[in-house]
């Protein structure tokens, strides 16, 4: 079964900062997406950004980029000048064609003024 | 609609009740997906609808946990006998068929929190 962990928490980042999530999967698949959502305490999911697998070119959404690695199977999610409204839950998610999305545990992330 | 609508927003029931809830996708989404979602925690899937009939209904808990999309839009999450382990956020999420304009991107609502006293 596939499986996805993201190893931080919590995770705290100075406003106008850069900050970087982790985030590590399990399959055996070789054609996937991966997906970085964000949940404010409204509770819900916003799609951050989108990775298809078959493409060797890191995604970028203005100040959220990916660093996809999938040989490591590791998709981690960069935010440059981070603002205050960044503050949420980010989730990792893997999903294979029409299945469902495997979501990672989660990881708090604070912006300080 | 223009995004997944979920009711109740906020569900107060009383251990061994019966709780129904709902949700309406966006329309032209012939995937439907339930999840829960416990307090710090990132969803958990509960069960897949492609059209009318379960694709994937492994996530369910037990037999209490029930759904259904009797017309391939509307669903209905139904719970009986509710336990306060039932206490949770439950997530609703569509999505297009494949291919075509499945960007692979499913699309959620804001979830119904239901809390069993």
């Known amino acids: 079964a596939q499986t996805v962990t993201q190893s931080q928490p919590e995770m705290s980042v100075q406003e106008a900062e850069t900050v970087t999530l982790s985030c590590t999967y399990d399959?055996?698949?070789?054609?996937?997406?991966l997906f970085w959502y964000k949940q404010p305490p409204s509770r819900q999911m916003i799609l951050v950004i989108r990775?298809?697998?078959?493409?060797?070119q890191n995604a970028t959404e203005n100040r959220f980029s990916v660093n996809f690695q999938k040989a490591a199977k590791s998709f981690s999610l960069k935010i440059s000048d981070s603002q205050l409204g960044d503050a949420a839950m980010y989730f990792c998610?893997?999903?294979?064609?029409?299945?469902?999305?495997?979501f990672g545990q989660g990881t708090r992330l604070t912006i300080n003024p | 609609g223009a995004g997944v609508s979920q009711t109740p927003s906020n569900k107060v029931t009383e251990k061994g009740k019966y709780v129904e809830l709902r949700c309406d996708p966006i329309s032209g989404h012939t995937a439907l997906y339930w999840y829960r979602q416990s307090l710090g925690q990132g969803p958990e899937f509960l069960i897949y609808f492609q059209g009318t009939g379960a694709a994937d209904d492994s996530g369910l808990p037990n037999d209490r946990f029930f759904a259904v999309r009797p017309e391939g839009s509307v669903s209905t999450l139904k719970i009986q006998r509710t336990e306060r382990g039932d206490s949770a956020v439950y997530l609703c999420?569509?999505?297009?068929?494949?291919?075509?304009?499945?960007?692979?991107?499913?699309?959620f609502g804001e979830g119904s929190r239901l809390t069993v006293l």
């Open positions: 999420a569509s999505s297009f068929p494949s291919g075509g304009q499945n960007t692979g991107e499913l699309f």
């Open positions: 990775q298809e697998a078959y493409k060797q």
């Open positions: 399959t055996s698949e070789s054609d996937y997406y």
């Open positions: 998610a893997y999903r294979r064609g029409a299945q469902k999305l495997v």
